[in-house]
C-alpha cells in the first residue's frame, strides 16, 4: 500500500516538475509577426470572417475593413468549386444560409455561384441578420485574391472540404504567395489535420476539437508534460451567452443537453490558466473565439491567452488600446 502512496506521490511531483518546466517544446512560429504575441505584451486582435457583425462575412470589403482598422489577424473558410480550380472563402460548404440555395459549393462553378440573399443570418448572433445591400463586394471572393490583396496580414485558414486534392490546390496556392510563415491552418478533424500535414508540414495547424479535448483530458490527468502535442495552435471557444443562445436556436438538441455542453465548456475555462502558461511555455499559441463585448475580453485576458477572435474588430480594438494591449501601438 505505501509503494502505491508514494508511486502516487511522486507521479504528480514529476508531472508537475514538467508542468512548470516543460521540456517538449515547438518552434513554429518564428516570423516576427508571431513572437511579440509569444511575449505577451500584446493581444493578437483576429477578426472573424473579417468581422462579420460590421460587415458582410467573408467578403472583401469586410477584409478591407479589417485590415485598415490595423486587425492582426484575418480569420476565414475555404471550399473548392465544382471547376475544382477556384478556392472560394465561405463559411459554410452549403450555400443555403449565404444564398437560400439547397446546394453546395462543389455543385457549382464559381461563375455560376448564386449571389447572396439580400439579409444573411448571423452566427453566434440569435435573431440578428445582416443587408448584403449595404455591402460593396457581395460576392464569394478567391483565396488567391485574398492573398494577393493582403500581403502583410497573418491568415487563419480552415478548410471545409480537405480532401488531398483542395488541400494540395490551398497549398500551392500558399507556396507561390509565400506565406506558409504567417498562415496557421486547419481543418475539423484530427485525420484531415493528418493530411494537411503530410502536405505542408511547415504551415502551423490548429487544434481540432477531438485535439482540444486530448490536451484538456491529459493536463487532467498528470500526462501532458509527457506527450507530444501533434498541432501548434489551440483555438478554444469561449461559451459566451450569445453563442448559448444561438446554439439553443439552431440546434437539434435539447436545451437540457445544450446546457450540459455549456457548464462542460464553463467548467474547462475555470480551469484553462496553468494550461494555457504551460501552453504557452511549449510553444503553442493560444486564441479564444468568438468574443463581442468588454465582459468576454475580460474573460478572456484573465486565462492568459495570446489571442482573441471577434465578430466586431473596431471594438475589441478600441478594448485592447484602452487596456495598452494593442500590439500597433
Not at 467573408?58 to 477584409?63: G, I, L
Not at 445591400?133 to 485574398?146: G, H, I, M, N
Not at 478572456?300 to 491567452?305: H, S, V
Request: hydrophobic share 40%; glycine share 4%.
Amino acid at each position: 500500500m505505501n509503494y502505491l502512496f508514494y508511486g502516487f506521490i511522486g507521479y504528480w511531483a514529476l508531472s508537475l516538475t514538467f508542468f512548470v518546466f516543460p521540456y517538449k517544446k515547438k518552434n513554429v512560429f518564428r516570423h516576427s509577426k508571431y513572437q511579440k504575441y509569444l511575449q505577451r505584451k500584446s493581444i493578437l486582435h483576429i477578426s472573424h470572417r473579417g468581422g462579420c457583425r460590421e460587415n458582410l462575412e467573408n467578403t472583401m470589403q469586410a477584409f478591407q475593413h479589417a485590415y485598415d482598422l490595423g486587425t492582426d489577424c484575418l480569420e476565414m473558410d475555404l471550399c473548392m468549386t465544382k471547376d475544382k480550380k477556384q478556392i472560394v472563402v465561405l463559411h459554410d460548404s452549403s450555400l443555403l444560409r449565404m444564398c437560400g440555395v439547397q446546394a453546395h459549393v462543389k455543385e457549382y462553378n464559381y461563375a455560376d455561384l448564386p449571389k447572396f440573399l439580400e439579409r444573411v443570418r448571423l452566427d453566434f448572433a440569435p435573431n440578428d441578420y445582416i443587408s448584403t445591400s449595404t455591402c460593396k463586394t457581395a460576392y464569394l471572393p478567391l483565396f488567391e485574391d485574398v492573398l494577393k490583396k493582403f500581403p502583410d496580414v497573418l491568415l487563419n485558414i480552415e478548410i471545409k472540404t480537405p480532401d488531398p486534392e483542395v488541400v494540395q490546390i490551398v497549398n500551392d496556392l500558399i507556396l507561390k504567395y509565400q506565406r506558409q510563415d504567417t498562415i496557421i491552418w486547419g481543418a475539423r478533424f484530427q485525420k484531415q489535420n493528418e493530411l494537411l500535414k503530410s502536405i505542408n508540414p511547415a504551415i502551423p495547424r490548429f487544434f481540432t476539437v477531438e485535439g482540444i479535448l486530448k490536451v484538456y483530458f491529459l493536463y487532467l490527468t498528470g500526462l501532458l508534460p509527457f506527450f507530444d502535442i501533434p498541432d501548434d495552435s489551440m483555438q478554444a471557444p469561449m461559451y459566451t451567452d450569445d453563442f448559448y443562445q444561438w446554439k439553443l436556436q439552431v440546434a437539434n438538441s435539447t436545451s437540457e443537453k445544450i446546457q450540459q455542453i455549456h457548464n462542460f465548456i464553463w467548467f474547462l475555462g475555470l480551469i484553462s490558466k496553468p494550461l494555457f502558461n504551460h501552453l504557452h511555455k511549449r510553444g503553442i499559441f493560444v486564441y479564444y473565439w468568438v468574443l463581442n463585448n468588454e465582459k468576454e475580453y475580460e474573460r478572456a485576458l484573465k486565462t492568459g491567452c495570446h489571442g482573441m477572435m471577434t465578430d466586431c474588430p473596431t471594438v475589441l480594438k478600441q478594448y485592447l488600446i484602452k487596456n495598452k494591449l494593442y500590439g500597433k501601438q
